[in-house]
């Protein structure tokens, strides 16, 4: 509000809604009008446009893991979207849907501009999600951030968690 900043792109596992495209709205409206009826266009492909949010936030979010091809989505899926959030190919992803998003205001790329990278803890589920397989994208991005934040929510981290997960938070202070 203050200027300072001019865009957040925010990646969430918990918001499966996000900013959803110009083109996926008009193919969620055909569907819905069509319903039960299965709907008469394809649905939209990458990639997509955007509006300009008015709160100037993206929220970027992905229905569940990469690949994922259950239907419906299980407790599996949860698990498997949340060990991936650091992996390079789920960050990956997801840098390509948020680029797609700062196009339509002027950037060419997330990374083009200077940025602040802020952590949340409690987007970290379980011992897996904090050591990745591949984290260079996640290194790539602390590496070209001007700076860095760390919100530690601990009490977040524990109702967050994965059930039987190791892992804690030290108390805010």
Known sequence: MSGVLNYAFCLQLSDSGGNPSIEQQAYD??????????????PPLRPMTYENPDHRIFVISHDCALGCTRM???????????NMVIESIYLDDQLARGSEMSRCVGFPHLEAQPYILDIDLDAFHSRKAIEPADPSTFYRLIR????????TEAECVDELKFDGEPIDCPLDS
């Open 72 to 82: 419906p989505h299980n407790d599996d899926c949860v698990i498997e979207h949340g």
């Open 144 to 151: 070209n951030s001007v700076a860095i934040t760390v919100a």
């Open 29 to 42: 409206a055909h569907r819905q009008a069509r319903w039960p009826q299965p709907p008469a266009i394809q």
